[in-house]
């Protein structure tokens, strides 16, 4: 059965860095699947922040992109979500999740982590 | 970037209604097309890929058309626990946008 469970600070100051780790069980992060992040602001829809492949290889939403950066951890099969320079915007409860190849869609997702820029 | 739309944005509806809500590309994206039902403090679930592909474990009475730039998920008969807020997300060009989504609240 695959799970994903995001961790890390709930509260974090503005101007200072976000840093959010996604810990997968019962799938590789280095196989055929693509593992990203979403980010829903309150009461908000849904935002694509980025994924990584193969535990190497990125893509990033042009929206977000000169602050975030997405890696993996083969060995501890986790990746992570670092987004730099955060301010009161970037409130919001993020996802981790797995994307099948192709059109198959987002078929896991993480129970999600409320992450609040506050000073 | 393709930019998404829905449609309409909020609906009321009874259960044992058909509901249909449209999702429109601005630009086309063959198949590339997956649909979400999401229920309050949840994460999304995946019921539609490939625009018309029933993801497993999901209730027939979803079902999802399209090809190109518009597309439609119905839901031949609502249950009381298909009132959620939908959304689309296009899977054929970076960044993997979603649309707005589509609250469907009961009447």
């Given at each position: ?101 192709a059109t198959r869609g ?14 | 970037?393709?930019?998404l ?16 809500i449209t999702c429109r590309a601005?630009?086309g994206i063959s198949s590339y097309l997956a649909w ?10 995946l019921l539609i890929y490939a625009a018309s592909t029933l993801q ?6 979803f079902s999802g058309s399209g090809l190109g730039s518009e597309f439609t998920l119905t ?13 689309c997300q296009q899977l054929n ?15």
């Amino acid at each position: 059965q695959v799970q994903l469970q995001e961790s890390g600070p709930g509260l974090v100051k503005p101007s200072e860095t976000l840093s959010l780790t996604c810990t997968v069980s019962g799938s590789s992060i280095t196989g055929v699947y693509f593992w990203g992040w979403i980010r829903q602001s309150p009461g908000k829809g849904l935002e694509w922040i980025g994924s990584i492949y193969n535990g190497v290889s990125t893509y990033y939403n042009p929206s977000l992109q000169s602050r975030v950066t997405i890696s993996g951890d083969t060995s501890k099969n986790q990746f992570s979500l670092k987004l730099n320079s955060v301010t009161a915007a970037d409130t919001a409860v993020y996802y981790c999740a797995r994307r099948a190849p192709a059109t198959r869609g987002i078929d896991y997702w993480g129970q999600g982590t409320l992450v609040t820029v506050s000073s | 970037d393709i930019q998404l739309t829905q449609s309409p944005s909020f609906l009321s509806a009874s259960v044992g209604d058909r509901v249909t809500i449209t999702c429109r590309a601005s630009q086309g994206i063959s198949s590339y097309l997956a649909w979400y039902q999401q229920k309050p403090g949840k994460a999304p679930k995946l019921l539609i890929y490939a625009a018309s592909t029933l993801q497993s474990g999901v209730p027939s009475r979803f079902s999802g058309s399209g090809l190109g730039s518009e597309f439609t998920l119905t839901i031949s008969s609502l249950q009381p626990e298909d009132f959620a807020t939908y959304y689309c997300q296009q899977l054929n060009t970076y960044p993997l946008d979603f649309g707005p989504g589509t609250k469907v609240d009961i009447k």
